[in-house]
């Protein structure tokens, strides 16, 4: 799977996720209804162009899963943030995977990204989430940014 881009008529930046992310995602979608939820964080680089996802992590054996819920464990999550960051790599965001075709944010997932954005120390202003679906090409993804306390959907971009 190549890379994907994702625009919003409110950035001038793009978001661009790399082909090796696209298939990590891939790999983790939901098949059935009945597979466990997985999920963890993004990584990549800013600049005044795009917002670059480069690498990601996750899911991790303590996590807690379920067919409708992902949330990382913590302490696995920060030690990879921790481990990222010493290799050059900002801490972006969040990703997991729905049991849907094109996956939706559902209200969990806004109040899970206003959690995260007010215990974390970011080097950002917002976080991103991607939810991953069971659609196998780009439109089975979603892209939203946390900002203001608010989810705001990225279009996706299929060339």
């Known amino acids: ?5 994702a625009v919003h008529e409110s950035f001038e930046q793009e978001i661009i996720i790399e082909g090796d992310v696209m298939r990590y995602l891939a790999r ?4 059935h209804f009945w597979n466990l939820e997985a999920g963890g ?5 800013i600049s005044p162009q ?15 899963r379920g067919p409708r819920h992902y949330r990382s464990h ?5 030690t990879e943030i921790k481990r990222q960051q010493k290799l050059g790599h ?7 995977s729905h049991a849907e075709k094109k996956p ?6 806004n109040d899970a990204m206003q959690r995260l954005m007010r215990k974390s120390a970011l080097a950002t202003n917002g976080l991103l989430l991607i939810i991953t679906g069971q659609h196998e090409s780009g439109m089975g993804t979603s892209v939203y940014s946390h900002m203001d306390g608010a989810l705001r959907e990225w279009d ?3 060339t």
């Open 74 to 78: 913590p302490q696995s999550a920060q």
């Open 28 to 31: 983790h979608r939901q098949r």
């Open 1 to 5: 799977m190549n890379e994907l881009r």
């Open 156 to 158: 996706i971009v299929i």
């Open 90 to 96: 900002l801490y972006l965001g969040e990703w997991h």
């Open 41 to 45: 964080q993004l990584f990549g680089s």
């Open 50 to 64: 795009s917002i670059l996802i480069s690498n990601i992590s996750g899911p991790y054996p303590r996590d807690d």
């Open 104 to 109: 939706r944010a559902s209200g969990d997932d």
